[in-house]
């Protein structure tokens, strides 16, 4: 069954695994999360999704305990691209440098191997050519032309000899 598994949040702040047929707490929406399990927060009272906002519960109490993962001057900053004109596209590159750290993880730790050196030699060369595609991407969605003649060198000795 691959479907999504829908927990009720009821108003009393229980939430219930309609999969399971028993009420869970954060802990157990969060061992969701680590074995990738597709999920939906519903809250009974008006039917609204409220996944991010359980989701956002678990970051705090991840983060109020051990080791945070964000410091205060990170959290500053994300907080201020709240609103202003680069909301969207900043999520965006947040999102996608997630996905590709995830990626990376995963693949360094399938490729060890017997040649560490090598396997760590190969993926900063793999790595830069990503990460510089994906700076340059979320630069051109901002409007800027970066790179045009690293892109198309022709166009740009056309351009020098037309002047």
Known sequence: MNSERIIKKYPNRRLYDTEVSRYITLSDVRDLVMDRSSFKVVDTSND??????????IMLEEETGGAPLFSANMLAQIIRFYGGSFHGMFARYLEASLDFFAKQHAEMTDAWGDHPFETMARLAKKNL??????????????????GGARRNPAKKDSQDGAS
């Open 129 to 146: 050519s990503i990460w510089t595609d994906l700076q340059d991407e979320f630069l051109r969605a901002a409007g800027f032309d970066v």
């Open 48 to 57: 609204a999704d409220i996944t991010r906002s359980i989701l956002l519960q």
